[in-house]
């Protein structure tokens, strides 16, 4: 059915004959023209006539004009028939690190190294989208902790988040404990007594105003399960300086904190994963997958669509067609 968001816009409907009435001038009796007989007059009659004519179409064009932009005003939107949504599922968070040492190349697909968050992006936005029936919400970490997605059952719109987020918009640090922080606090206002948390970071914490280990100890207390996934390489070979020399090894996970988070799991009877490659980190994912799933209330929603631009296309018609009434109006017409 159509439904009006602001019906109270078609109040202001009239308020064009208000301000005719408003601004009217005055009237003036004036004295008669006197003419000495009609003939005048007869060729005049027929073009009176069609003046009469265009002007009532004017007007006539110029009031829908009007009232087609007050329907417009009036936000229509076309509201669907009731949809259930399954009764099956959890309540999932994802905290992803997307600080600045998450563009490290050194994940190898297909003879090729790509940085560390557009292959986490790949994962988890598949992992996401594969959640049918769960709510699933998104939180972006780097120097912040940011919400970038409340728990949903709009899949798509978390995938979509994810991938439009570049790195280190959220800062270069690792802000471990306040990601966690703020996983908890949106996972406690959730009735369900098993509520899960995706941790993945490259690195260690190092900002921020909340210690992982409270964190840890917050989320447990509200049965908050966390898994954690480090990402990164162990190794990984650079051009020396002298070519002579061949490459040298570095290891791009030097920085990753792998005994905090394995305590952040511990503490919260979760386990703690490492991805030192893409498919180890698909392997983690659907490993993650399996996890039992609870049971929520039966919600429904109405799909709802804006119509508004119905309306506002007719009245920009109308509009139009009012300019070349006036243009054909003025053309000027062949003598006889």
């Not at 409340?150 to 987020?165: G, Y």
């Not at 306040?178 to 949106?186: F, M, Q, S, T, Y």
Request: hydrophobic residues 45%; neutral net charge.
């Amino acid at each position: 059915m159509i439904e009006w968001l602001w019906p109270w816009a078609f109040a202001i409907a009239p308020a064009p004959l208000l301000a005719r009435v408003l601004m009217r001038p005055s009237q003036r009796t004036e004295s008669a023209l006197t003419v000495p007989d009609l003939v005048a007059f007869s060729a005049a009659e027929v073009n009176r006539s069609n003046d009469w004519q265009r002007q009532l179409l004017k007007l006539a064009l110029i009031w829908l004009t009007w009232l087609f932009l007050v329907a417009a005003s009036a936000r229509p939107q076309w509201t669907g028939d009731p949809v259930t949504l399954p009764t099956s599922g959890r309540d999932l968070m994802l905290a992803v690190d997307i600080s600045g040492s998450m563009a490290t190349k050194d994940m190898r697909v297909n003879d090729e190294f790509l940085d560390r968050l557009t292959i986490v992006k790949a994962v988890v936005g598949q992992f996401a989208q594969a959640r049918l029936g769960d709510r699933v919400g998104l939180i972006l970490f780097g120097t912040n902790a940011y919400l970038q997605a409340p728990l949903t059952f709009d899949l798509k719109s978390v995938n979509r988040l994810l991938v439009e987020a570049p790195v280190g918009i959220a800062g270069g640090k690792t802000a471990i404990g306040d990601a966690i922080g703020l996983a908890v606090k949106r996972l406690r206002q959730r009735p369900h007594d098993e509520k899960v948390l995706i941790l993945l970071t490259d690195g260690a914490n190092n900002v921020g105003e909340v210690e992982p280990a409270k964190a840890a100890e917050l989320a447990a207390r509200d049965g908050i399960t966390i898994y954690t996934v480090g990402v990164g390489a162990d190794e990984m070979r650079l051009p020396s300086v002298f070519r002579a020399l061949g490459n040298r090894v570095t290891n791009p996970s030097a920085d990753l904190d792998e005994a905090t988070l394995r305590d952040i799991a511990q503490v919260t009877a979760g386990q703690y994963f490492r991805a030192r490659d893409p498919q180890a980190l698909m392997q983690i994912y659907a490993k993650i997958d399996e996890l039992e799933p609870v049971t929520q209330e039966a919600e429904t929603y109405r799909p709802i669509q804006a119509l508004y631009y119905w309306p506002l296309t007719a009245s920009l018609g109308c509009l139009i067609l009012l300019l070349l009434t006036d243009i054909l109006r003025r053309q000027p017409r062949p003598s006889s």
